[in-house]
């Protein structure tokens, strides 16, 4: 089954904690604090292996998750950093952050790496926070945690030609005539459930000039139908599989009652699904010359599209006839061989998060508890052991020193009421949060 849709969940792994040790060794009676940085999380990352054709290897395997870091030891001896996880797709994988429908990165080339989920940062070790006045510090940072989220991986083809059309028209069949590709054919609708990808060899009707092999690439999309750019049938998951193509074929059943009618279904729902797939290079196919009706429907057909300035060519992809002609026409409107060894469409978009830092912080209300938001505070109290008096007397500070004990006081929180800060929840005592 071919798998161009899936959702996988990605959960980096925390930084290791710091440690708060002291040394101890024999004649040093005051060595002061060693304790070494936590390692890195694991990070998850995505990148494009050409041998990939399909999301197959995701449809059962959702959730991964990279290692965490290691904890510091005494000696200032830092942890070991977390394994990074790296997930193969095919060219052409686009990737959306799931809960917010945003770009994270559209991957086409080969080798391109986007990290999907960061790795947190270790924990500082206590050989930090020492300073003049105090050199004895019991305060070292939990590792940070690693980014999760859900992302959904869609993917579009990468092909040179897409042959489109309504059901029946005889892709499938004129794919066969053109590559040694062997999809399943029949002669009802529908047949074609998935994409099919040959290859065409042109080296025997390239002009003398031009002696370089071209061997492009071609997808047969399943069959559209009126509505496909609404979601009719399986529009959608059918129509951007050709968005990434250098140049359209348009197969229409030349037998059909109105073959006008079918070739203008097809325009329309391409335009609403995007008008710049009616700028791509087409070449129209006017197919089944070999039934009834068909060469009488040819000379009206062959007018109106010469009218619009698009070459169209009568074949019979069953009986091969025609397919000869439509080969040199392939050939005089694709690139060069040097153009077609580049990736169509090479978008390459890579998003870059910035990852802010900075003071700024929200305090809401929900259902009766002080929530604050903000990324330095967040990443603050998740790096917080508050088991430790001097680690939590220390985020107190950063609390006013940030000013979110004022924003709390002015918006009227009183003792016993809880503050959640990520994940953490505290109970407002302002005896022990005042910095007097």
Same mark, same amino acid.
């Given at each position: 089954?071919?798998? #161009?849709?899936?959702r996988i969940y990605a959960h980096a792994g925390s930084g290791g904690d710091g440690a708060a040790t002291f040394r101890r060794e024999a004649h040093v009676p005051r060595g002061g604090p060693d304790g070494g940085d936590g390692g890195r999380g694991g990070s998850i990352y995505l990148t494009v292996d050409p041998g990939e054709t399909s999301l197959r290897d995701y449809r059962?395997?959702?959730?991964?998750?990279?290692?965490?870091?290691?904890?510091? !030891?005494?000696?200032?001896?830092?942890?070991?950093?977390?394994?990074d996880i790296y997930l193969k797709v095919?060219?052409?994988? !686009?990737?959306? #952050?799931?809960?917010?429908?945003?770009?994270?990165?559209?991957?086409?080339?080969?080798?391109?790496?986007?990290?999907?989920?960061?790795?947190?940062?270790?924990? +500082?070790?206590?050989v930090h926070f020492a300073t003049s006045t105090h050199q004895t510090p019991r305060h070292a940072q939990k590792g940070e945690p690693g980014e999760e989220l859900w992302i959904r991986l869609e993917l579009r083809l990468i092909a040179d030609i897409g042959l489109v059309g309504l059901p029946n028209a005889g892709k499938s069949t004129l794919l066969a005539a053109l590559t040694a590709a062997r999809p399943k054919i029949a002669d009802?609708?529908?047949?074609?459930?998935?994409?099919?990808?040959?290859?065409?060899? +042109?080296?025997?009707?390239?002009?003398?000039? #031009?002696?370089?092999?071209?061997?492009?690439?071609?997808?047969d999309v399943p069959g559209l139908i009126e509505g496909a750019s609404t979601g009719a049938g399986l529009g959608h998951a059918f129509l951007r599989h050709v968005e990434r193509t250098r140049m359209l074929v348009h197969i229409v059943d030349g037998s059909d009652r109105d073959p006008e009618w079918s070739y203008n279904v097809i325009r329309d729902e391409l335009e609403a699904h995007d008008p710049a797939l009616l700028r791509k290079p087409t070449l129209v196919a006017f197919n089944k010359m070999d039934r009834p009706g068909a060469a009488d429907a040819?000379?009206?057909f062959e007018k109106a599209r010469q009218a619009q300035g698009l070459p169209v060519v009568a074949i019979s992809a069953t009986e091969r006839q025609g397919v000869?002609?439509?080969?040199?026409?392939?050939?005089? +409107?694709?690139p060069s061989a040097d153009s077609?060894?580049?990736?169509?469409? !090479?978008?390459?978009?890579?998003?870059?998060?910035?990852?802010?830092?900075?003071?700024?912080?929200?305090v809401v209300v929900e259902d009766g508890t002080y929530v604050v938001r903000g990324k330095k505070i967040e990443r603050l109290a998740a790096q917080t052991n508050f088991d430790v008096e001097e680690s939590a007397e220390r985020f107190q500070r950063d609390l006013v020193r940030l000013g979110v004990?004022?924003? +709390?006081?002015?918006?009227?929180?009183?003792?016993?009421?809880?503050?959640?800060?990520?994940?953490?929840?505290?109970?407002?005592?302002?005896d022990d949060w005042d910095d007097r």
């Open positions: 089954m071919f798998i #161009d849709r899936v059962q395997a959702h959730h991964y998750k990279a290692t965490p870091g290691g904890r510091g !030891s005494g000696d200032r001896m830092h942890g070991k950093a977390g394994a095919p060219p052409g994988t !686009s990737v959306f #952050d799931d809960a917010t429908g945003g770009l994270l990165g559209d991957l086409v080339a080969t080798d391109q790496t986007l990290m999907v989920a960061r790795g947190g940062k270790g924990g +500082l070790g206590n009802y609708p529908f047949t074609t459930l998935e994409p099919n990808l040959g290859v065409l060899d +042109l080296s025997d009707v390239l002009d003398a000039a #031009d002696p370089e092999t071209r061997r492009p690439t071609i997808a040819w000379p009206a000869a002609e439509l080969r040199a026409a392939l050939a005089t +409107l694709l077609l060894s580049e990736t169509p469409m !090479s978008d390459g978009v890579v998003v870059h998060r910035i990852d802010g830092v900075g003071d700024s912080f929200l004990d004022e924003e +709390l006081r002015r918006k009227g929180i009183v003792p016993g009421e809880t503050v959640r800060i990520g994940a953490t929840e505290l109970e407002w005592e302002p």
